[in-house]
């Protein structure tokens, strides 16, 4: 099946400073979303992406769907302690009008203080 | 837009004693729902989709019959965990898709169950 490996596992960085972190595909996906997931709570949707190449951004927020089709990364700029969290990338199991995603192994942001 | 909820938040129940959560989709329907379950530090595991009107289809390795899931109106599924023992203690999360051929996945805030 389809597997998404997101990177890095974790990370720890200071406030104010910028994070990239990314999630690749063995296999090509023509969606990529991207969800993040506060302690005890259901992911929230932060950016969905339909076209190879395409760059989006939501505030502080930058994603782009990979020319390859097979990856998508992910920005924060200027973090604040809020943007504390693991982040997923998910996509379509199929690409057959099959609604169900496959979820990434997320990224854990820890901010220090 | 696109509130999902989920009822109870938390549940502590007994061994052998069943559980039923909720998950409301507030300002959208949704002919699909999907129920998801979650370890400590892991990703989201789908454990089944759940159709309005008909069956749900559970992945594989879910037992159907313990893991019982209703959607009865566009804006309702129910997961019932039934007979729970300590090892079906976990984060249960459900999501419910507004039908516009997006992908998107609204979700709700997940509810803790723990069986003692």
């Known amino acids: 099946g389809q597997q998404l490996n997101q990177s890095p596992q974790s990370m720890f960085i200071q406030e104010g400073e910028d994070v990239s972190m990314n999630c690749t595909s063995s296999?090509?996906?023509?969606?990529w979303l991207w969800y993040k997931q506060e302690p005890g709570e259901g992911p929230v949707l932060l950016i969905a992406?339909?076209?190879?190449?395409e760059l989006t951004s939501n505030g502080r927020l930058t994603a782009q769907f990979g020319i390859t089709r097979k990856d998508s990364f992910l920005n924060i700029s200027a973090s604040i302690p809020s943007d504390v969290g693991i982040y997923f990338c998910?996509?379509?199991?199929?690409?057959?009008?099959?609604?169900?995603?496959?979820f990434g192994t997320g990224t854990r942001l820890t901010i220090i203080p | 837009g696109a509130v999902v909820s989920q009822h109870p938040s938390r549940v502590i129940c007994k061994s052998g004693t069943s559980v039923k959560i909720e998950c409301r989709s507030l300002?959208?329907?949704?002919?699909?729902m999907f129920w998801y379950r979650q370890f400590p530090k892991k990703s989201l595991m789908l454990m089944a989709t759940?159709?309005?009107?008909?069956?749900?289809?559970?992945e594989q390795g879910v037992e159907k019959d313990k893991f019982l899931i209703n959607h009865a109106s566009l804006t309702l599924s129910t997961l019932t965990v039934t007979s729970a023992h300590p090892e079906d203690s976990s984060f249960y999360i459900c999501?419910?898709?507004?039908?516009?051929?997006?992908?998107?996945?609204?979700f709700g805030p997940g509810t803790r169950l723990t069986v003692t």
């Open positions: 999501s419910a898709d507004p039908g516009t051929g997006t992908y998107e996945q609204y």
């Open positions: 992406l339909y076209k190879a190449g």
């Open positions: 998910a996509g379509p199991a199929s690409n057959f009008g099959n609604e169900k995603l496959t």
């Open positions: 296999s090509i996906f023509n969606t």
């Open positions: 759940s159709n309005e009107g008909s069956k749900a289809t559970y």
């Open positions: 300002d959208f329907q949704a002919t699909t």
